[in-house]
């Protein structure tokens, strides 16, 4: 049986979402802090209905049983990012993942350390193949 699918997230959702991944659960008050850290001012009450929206779409488990309720992430951030990475891959690059790759390298937007971390994983990906 496969994973379920996370339900599609606006910008603003996902955001909150990486706060969550970040922190593993939250209140609306730790999460309204969290995002203030990074710069995202956002009124409690904004915060509030965005937990509410992702409860309704599944994104959040909601722990009732405490006042202030408690929210933790219904999906694993790696299994998000990958689905959103799949997407991307086929709206922008045609499914072609060597494109993305080669366009990274290309655009010299990578540092050397963060293209040594690809070669290795690559090197390592071609011992696991043999």
């Given amino acids: 049986m496969s994973e379920p699918r996370c339900p599609e997230l606006t910008p603003a ?3 909150l979402m990486k706060v969550l ?3 593993r659960r939250a209140t609306v008050a730790e ?3 969290a995002l203030a ?6 009124a409690y ?3 509030m209905t965005m937990f509410g929206r992702l409860a309704t779409k599944g994104a959040v488990v909601v722990d009732r049983e405490r006042e202030p309720y408690v929210y933790k ?3 694993r951030r790696e299994s998000v990012l990958r689905e959103r990475l799949k997407g991307f891959l086929a709206d922008v690059f045609d499914g072609e993942a ?3 790759v080669l366009h990274l390298v290309d655009s010299e937007q990578l540092s050397l350390d963060e293209l040594r971390a690809i070669e290795s994983s690559i090197g390592t990906k071609k011992k696991e193949r043999k």
């Fill in 98 to 100: 060597s494109s993305i």
């Fill in 73 to 75: 992430p219904a999906f």
């Fill in 37 to 42: 850290q990074k710069g995202e001012e956002l």
């Fill in 21 to 23: 991944w970040r922190l």
């Fill in 31 to 33: 999460a309204r802090a």
């Fill in 45 to 47: 009450t904004t915060v």
């Fill in 13 to 15: 959702e996902f955001n």
